[in-house]
């Protein structure tokens, strides 16, 4: 089948919830991938921070295929094999005591919520607290739960009624934050790094402030790492930057090599609120997942693995920045942290950004309409961010 008759099919038969440029990707190799026309993009969207340890990674193949060899999927009524091994991991590497293992990032989102209210009424059975706080800007997902407490409106229209108890308060204001928290409050809920949003980092004082909050009116802190977490920051988990850490996380996205996998990790007093029935998923667990899980964790809790990807990252900032100074202001602010970066452009529409780079061989995506995301695998080198910046040097002439 060529070309156009793969994306004629998709606009015949997918759901158009998606506007995919007009070419089709077909393998992919280290950092490189190649349509079906055989011309190769350098990735820097790395499936939107899925790919940390890029395409055709023998240790992920491996894993892989010996537990697919062996046992693809049995239903969570039974023990299997590599989970409790991941879980394991997981635990002795974060703050968490136990892990609920789904398939997606708002899944896990969706389990963090649950279980948080289960909290609030186990804990205060006389006046159960479920009112829950996220944030202006904020994404968590797509499911009802996670537009809920979504604080982007774009997201919400179409779709009312959200789910009720959820106010939103502003990133980096801690007095927005605790004009909304009373008697009824059971948490909140921030990304470290807000990444749909923009590319926003948390100010250090904040997320202590909204510990300390936390501890005083007995609220869970519930962090979404989801896109920021695993490594992509330079440290194994983003809350790392500022010595506070949640009581309740969500991962996912890098977490099983691209294969589908979400978990949520808590604290034992969360996990104390959670009984038997209380929360499900088929899927979730999943052996072939868990088994590559396993070997990814490895990689990139590896401290020398975090140290290159710090020094890549501190490369991309820099040249970034030294792009944004010689812009001329077209580039106005240079954001984020370790691999996952935003340049914020003046008057200059991202998704045109994202064109010119297509054309000259490389993905790129958006965080808005005014920000353009660079989100390599985390195993890129510097010859190759090195050639993105001059491609965006070269395109900024153009402009
Ligand atoms: C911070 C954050 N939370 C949640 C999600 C939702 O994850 P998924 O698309 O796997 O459901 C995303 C996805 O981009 C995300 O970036």
């Keep these: 089948m060529d070309t156009q008759e793969i994306i004629d099919q998709e606009q015949q038969y997918i759901l ?8 089709v990707l077909e393998k992919g190799e280290g950092v490189t991938l190649t349509d079906t026309e055989g011309k190769p993009y350098l990735d820097f969207v790395s499936g939107l921070s899925v790919n940390a340890l890029g395409y055709g990674d023998k240790t992920v193949l491996d894993a892989m295929a010996a537990q697919a060899g062996k046992l693809i999927h049995v ?18 590497n974060s703050f968490a005591d136990r892990v609920f293992f789904c398939n997606s990032g ?13 909290w609030g009424y186990k804990n205060f059975q006389d006046s159960p607290k479920n009112k829950l706080i996220a944030l202006n800007n904020s994404f968590h997902g797509r499911t009802f739960g996670s537009i809920s407490s979504t604080g982007q409106p774009k997201y919400h229209q179409g779709f009312g009624p959200m789910l ?46 909204l510990r300390q909050l936390c501890d005083e009116m007995k609220m869970l802190l519930v962090f979404d790492e989801i896109q920021c977490g695993l490594g992509r920051t330079g440290t194994l988990f983003c809350y790392e930057h500022y010595g506070v850490v949640p009581d309740i996380m969500t991962l996912a996205k890098p977490l099983a ?24 998923a088929t899927f979730g667990a999943h052996p072939v997942s868990c088994a590559v899980g396993i070997e990814v964790f490895k990689r990139l809790s590896d401290p020398s693995f975090l140290a290159e990807v710090k020094a890549a990252g501190d490369h991309l900032h820099a040249r970034l920045n030294s792009l944004k100074d010689n812009s001329a202001g077209k580039i106005v602010e240079v954001r984020g942290q370790g691999l ?55 395109i900024l002439a153009t402009l």
């Design 106 to 118: 708002t899944e896990s989102w969706e389990a963090a919520l649950k279980f948080a209210r289960k």
């Design 257 to 280: 090599g691209g294969l589908p996998i979400g978990a949520t990790l808590m604290t034992q007093d969360v996990a104390d609120a959670v009984e038997p029935g209380d929360h499900a």
């Design 16 to 23: 158009q919830t998606y506007v995919r440029p007009d070419f």
């Design 340 to 394: 996952i970066a935003g340049a914020l452009m003046n008057k200059i529409a991202s998704g045109d950004l994202v064109s010119a780079f297509r054309d000259r061989g490389i993905l790129v995506c958006v965080a808005g309409p005014e920000v353009v995301r660079f989100l390599p695998p985390l195993v890129v080198g510097k010859g190759d961010i090195d050639r993105v910046m001059d491609v965006f040097e070269e």
């Design 164 to 209: 009720p108890g959820i106010s939103f308060a502003d990133l980096n204001d801690l007095e927005s934050v605790e004009k909304l928290v009373d008697a009824q409050t059971v948490a909140v809920m921030v990304e470290p790094l807000q990444a749909e949003g923009g590319i926003h980092l948390c100010d250090p004082s904040y997320l202590k402030g």
């Design 75 to 92: 239903s969570n009524l039974y023990h299997t094999v590599p989970a409790p091994q991941l879980a394991k991991l997981l635990c002795k």
